[in-house]
């Protein structure tokens, strides 16, 4: 668990600030078309959200090597009732050939792609964010209600096959991909509370809670699970000039091999057992007396478990209106499934300023953001490159007084004929 | 080629490899450091007197009072008289000239046929008158005639020291023998043994002639008797019968041997056969019976003789159950020139000894006896013996000790002045206090089968400090009689006579003997055995393992008042833990108290870190409140307070490497002198929490 807050604390203090538009690659089958060249392409990803805290406090944070309570008192000063938080950097490289007509013939997309990615992200009471920065004392006497929260990392390594199919002429894009997880920690609180007696002479909790978390080796790219995915999606027209896209990706199953799991679902009162911080409940369930309450208040287990792959789902509306400028308006609904996270809606434009070159502005409010304007720039360098950068909240970089995080995503595009 | 687009393409396709080397690694997981200021329970111990006090020491009166109940041994000691180890030996050297050969009887006869043919004339004539009567007439000069005999089923050879050889000739011929020259010889050396002239035998008598074997003659097994000369005048004109086989008879006997070498055959003969008294010395009891603790029967032989020995040890009134004790052994043929050994032992235990003597004996006590035999068994076979022949035996009891004895005691006087350590004051009254009521009983159990008198001569108590108390008692030198044990299963502990002589605050000190809060006491006992027994009595008994043990019996109601009473609680309190991180900053401790002892007290927190190695005392000048009392002094309500400890920067250094933490309580009368009381019900609740500042990160 303390793991958990380490990366909790990682987010909000230490990553650097990006802004990206979310492109995860889910609707990339386009109405069948003339031959396109195969392409190489590297996207690259990292960034932090949350719905709260604004950059510029995080940046200040990182930089102190203590935390003051002042420090404590102005970051919880930008904490809501809750507060939601997500990373991710990860890259994915791949090869493309898109699906054409030859000589009167519909030839199939085709590709393969290989993508690491590292995710944390949770949502956490308020008050459970307090007991951690705090401690439990300036809650003595009170009972605190910490839940529901949850918390989830993943680290893992996948190899994607892609192609496509057809039925009644509209195309599918399907993706089959082989996973490899390195780590894998999650914590779910589906309600709790905590009273501490004025004294200190017990300590009422209340869980819900569970806790997995799969074994961890020195080497960061060491073999801990196994899964697989799938991801499906398609595209087609509305009407004329209004296409509508849907699709999921990264949908699966892993398996983590020699994890231990722990459960507790009762009340219980610890009389000698010490709590710094809550975050802190599983290490000191298992270091302290953890015979004693183990079975009485939890139950631990050695073992694999199996997990669903955090996937994507999405719906995405595209209006072209082909004007000089303005090329298209498109609106989106996004569904990511990791902790903190909320569907995320969003408007935008595609703007060409030249052949070459081409800007994405977008409004949107969700994921592990609030509001968020984001931006997405592309331009075609020399004959083969394609080259793309997405900022998700525009205002984390522009104005981080303000801004509340932001991915940023970069893509390079090589064509290979 | 255009060189512009490959610039382009290299510089791209560099950072494609820099951006696929940063997002391919997990981030670095290093957080600022913050404190936390964590309120929590640590340790939960209740104290009550039981914990101090264990349960068997602690009573419970109807109303719920405690008592404090200790019985502590005063003394224990038994009587010596039969304590000294019982080792009986006996030693045997059996030389040759004890053997017995036994006597010996070579005979031959000579008929009057074998004479007649040997005769001439008159010898055809007795032949030829055979079962007639007839007249026979004389004649002389018979002889020589050897007759061979023959002793090698007996011996080969003896060479003696001493010993007799008888020759018995008897006449059976019916006319007189005369002027008779025999002698006789060995047959191989051809050395006269005896040579004699008879003048006359008359028909039907017995001559008799003997001679004394010494000086080293030798006899060999084949003797000739050689009939030198027979002259007989007939039958002297009157018709006798004649019959061809009437004979003389010679036989030879030899006897009385004292060999100095032989290859003989033996006959069967015990080389040893000794019955020895054996006494158990006691210079004040009178014993019949005793049962054998320990020890040892052992038989060390060695043997020169060229046959086997059997010996036997006995001790025909050592019984266990049906079996005497007794064992046998058999010592094997020396082989030439050498020597042949055997050494056996069995152990004795839990044999009964009767000590009355031989059967027949009156009026024997302590005294017992044994029986050794040393045997030839005659096997048929030659054996050679010399008088350098020798048997060493060497048996005996050893290392025989008793678990009892029975019999008449005697009179005996026990003094003992026996120090015994008192350990229940130590550990819960550290401090001053004042007893209500103190009763004690000493108790003096007689283990022994025989009547006791007993005086208590002195008692005194002392603590660590150097103080000593003399006990004041009315009975103090009186002198008290105990009855006799009652023996059960022979074997068993007896069930002791009893005496219990009481102390109390009315016949003695006793208050101000134990208030010193002694750590020892001593008692000077003086006993008497038998002391007013005018006939003895020989069933009284006497057993090793127990003989008088004196016990003071202590019942202290708690109804006092003290300062200064020390309990001590043990938690284990491994702070690492806890704290694995050890992240402690400072803070404080807090000793919730949930007071039901009528007495307040303070308390200290004792720290010990691995190894039971002390780190250092936290003193609190906090007071945990009694209590509430009511006007009997007895708790109706219990008074809840606290106890803080500051951590400074040692004290933090002193709980990171703590591992047990002792709770270090004195407890006071809140109002002294005023007495209050302690109830099964009473306890002291301490939790010990923290008030603490944890530092994450490190």
């Known amino acids: ?417 | 080629m255009n060189s512009k687009p490959f610039f382009w393409n290299l510089i791209f396709g560099g950072l494609v490899i820099c951006l696929f080397a940063f997002a391919g690694c997990r981030p670095d997981t290093s957080t600022p450091k913050w404190d936390v200021e964590t309120v929590t329970p640590l340790i939960n111990s209740r104290l009550e007197v039981s914990d101090i006090i264990p349960d068997t020491s602690l009573t419970v009166a109807n109303d719920g009072l405690l008592s404090l109940v200790y019985r502590s041994k005063l003394a224990d000691f038994n009587l010596d008289q039969i304590n000294d180890q019982l080792s009986s030996e006996f030693f045997n050297t059996v030389k040759l000239q004890t053997i017995d050969l036994g006597t010996r009887v070579i005979s031959n006869d000579l008929s009057l046929g074998q004479m007649a043919n040997s005769a001439g004339v008159p010898g055809l004539f007795i032949i030829q008158n055979n079962g007639n009567n007839a007249v026979i007439p004389g004649f002389n000069g018979l002889g020589p005639e050897t007759f061979p005999a023959d002793a090698t089923q007996f011996f080969e050879s003896i060479t003696l020291n001493d010993g007799w050889m008888v020759v018995r000739i008897q006449n059976g011929w019916p006319i007189e023998l005369t002027n008779v020259d025999y002698r006789l010889e060995n047959q191989v050396s051809g050395t006269i043994l005896i040579q004699s002239n008879i003048p006359s035998i008359m028909p039907g008598a017995v001559h008799l002639d003997s001679v004394q074997l010494n000086n080293g003659i030798t006899i060999e097994g084949k003797i000739n008797a050689v009939l030198q000369n027979l002259d007989t005048p007939g039958s002297n004109g009157a018709p006798v019968l004649i019959d061809t086989t009437d004979a003389i008879n010679i036989s030879i006997t030899i006897k009385d041997l004292v060999p100095q070498s032989a290859t003989a055959i033996f006959p069967a003969q015990n080389l040893v056969d000794e019955t020895t008294y054996e006494s158990f010395e006691s210079s004040k009891g009178q014993f019949r019976l005793m049962n054998i603790r320990s020890g040892t029967a052992y038989m060390d032989a060695t043997s020169t003789i060229d046959g086997a020995i059997t010996f036997e040890y006995l001790v025909p009134n050592a019984t266990k159950g049906s079996q005497v004790l007794s064992f046998k052994e058999i010592l094997p043929p020396a082989p030439y020139m050498g020597s042949s050994q055997k050494y056996a032992e069995i152990d004795i235990v839990d044999y009964d000894l009767l000590l009355t003597g031989q059967p027949g004996d009156v009026g024997l006590y302590n005294m017992f006896y044994v029986t050794v035999l040393g045997r030839i068994d005659s096997t048929g076979q030659l054996i050679n013996l010399s008088l350098d022949d020798s048997v060493y035996l060497r048996t005996g009891l050893v290392d025989v000790t008793f678990a009892r004895a029975y019999g008449y005691l005697g009179e005996d006087t026990i003094q003992s002045t026996e120090t015994t350590t008192v350990d229940v004051f130590n550990d819960f009254l550290d401090g001053a206090f004042d007893f209500d009521d103190v009763i004690v009983t000493i108790d003096i159990e007689n283990y022994i089968g025989a009547p006791l008198d007993v005086r208590v001569n002195n008692v005194n108590s002392s603590n660590d400090d150097g103080v000593s108390k003399g006990l004041t008692w009315t009975q103090m030198a009186s002198t008290h009689s105990i009855p006799p044990a009652q023996e059960n299963q022979p074997g068993t502990k007896p069930t002791p006579g009893m005496l219990s002589l009481g102390l109390d605050k009315n016949n003695s000190n006793l208050d101000e003997v134990l208030e010193i809060k002694p750590s020892s006491m001593a008692i000077d006992l003086t006993g008497y055995i038998n002391e007013n027994t005018t006939t003895p009595d020989y069933n009284q008994f006497l057993y090793t393992d127990y003989g008088i043990s004196a016990f003071m019996s202590v019942e202290v109601p708690f109804h006092l008042s003290a300062s200064g009473i020390n309990l001590r609680d043990t938690s284990i309190f491994v702070y690492t833990d806890l704290d694995p991180g050890n992240r402690l900053q400072g803070g404080e401790l807090k000793v919730l108290g949930d007071n039901h002892f009528p007495m307040e007290g303070k308390v200290d927190l004792l720290l010990f870190g691995a190894d039971s190695a002390f780190l250092g005392r936290l003193p609190s000048t906090d007071v945990i409140e009694a209590g509430k009392v009511n006007s009997d002094g007895r708790v109706i309500e219990s008074t809840q307070s606290q106890a803080s400890y500051v951590l400074d920067s040692e004290a933090v250094k002193w709980i990171k490497a703590t591992t047990m933490i002792v709770f270090d309580v004195h407890l006071n009368t809140a109002n002294l002198p005023e007495k209050v009381k302690f109830y099964h019900d009473n306890f002291l609740d301490l939790k010990l929490t923290g008030d603490l500042t944890l530092r994450t990160g490190q």
């Open chain 1, 1 to 417: 668990m303390r793991k958990i807050l380490a990366l909790v604390a990682a987010v909000m203090l230490q990553l650097p600030l990006l802004a990206q538009h979310d492109t995860t690659d889910v609707i990339g089958t386009k109405a069948v078309r003339a031959r396109q060249n195969p392409y190489l392409e590297l996207k690259v990803m990292a960034g932090v959200e949350n719905n709260g805290i604004s950059s510029l406090k995080l940046l200040n944070f990182i930089q102190t090597d203590f935390l003051e309570n002042s420090d404590k008192d102005e970051l919880m000063s930008e904490v809501g009732d809750r507060l939601r938080f997500g990373y991710e950097q990860g890259f994915e490289l791949s090869y493309y050939q898109p699906s054409f007509y030859s000589l009167g013939s519909y030839v199939k997309a085709t590709g393969f792609s290989i993508y690491n990615r590292f995710i944390n992200t949770g949502q956490l009471e308020k008050k459970l964010v307090e007991l951690g920065l705090y401690g439990n004392k300036r809650f003595a006497g009170q009972t605190v209600d910490i839940g529901p929260g949850a918390a989830e990392l993943w680290y893992y390594t996948g190899l994607k096959y892609s192609s496509e199919f057809t039925i009644d002429s509209l195309p599918f894009r399907f993706d089959v991909a082989l996973m490899i997880g390195h780590a894998h920690t999650s914590y779910g609180l589906k309600e709790g509370s905590i009273y501490t007696e004025p004294d200190g002479a017990y300590l009422d909790l209340d869980l819900n809670y569970s806790y997995r978390e799969s074994m961890t080796e020195g080497q960061s790219l060491s073999f801990q699970g196994f899964g697989a995915s799938i991801g499906l999606s398609t595209e087609f027209e509305l009407a004329k000039d209004h296409l509508l896209s849907v699709g999921v990706s990264e949908l699966g199953i892993m398996n983590w091999r020699d994890g231990q799991i722990l459960e507790a679902d009762s009340n219980f009162r610890f009389e000698g057992i010490t709590f710094d911080n809550i975050f802190d409940i599983t290490d000191s369930l298992l270091t302290y007396n953890g015979d004693l309450y183990e079975d009485r208040f939890f139950t631990l287990e050695s073992g694999e478990y199996t997990t669903i792959t955090p996937f994507t789902a999405q719906v995405r509306y595209v209006y072209n209106i082909r004007k000089k400028w303005l090329k298209n308006l498109n609106a989106e609904i996004r569904y990511r499934h990791l902790a903190g996270y909320i569907p995320k809606t969003s408007v935008g434009a595609l703007i060409n300023f030249s052949d070459r070159h081409s800007i994405e502005p977008s409004l949107a409010y969700g994921g592990f953001n609030a509001l968020t304007l984001g931006l997405g720039y592309n331009a075609r360098v020399f004959k083969r490159w394609t080259w793309n950068l997405n900022i998700s909240n525009l205002p984390a970089i522009a104005a981080p007084g303000w801004g509340t995080g932001t991915f940023v995503e970069m893509g390079l595009r090589f064509s290979v004929i």
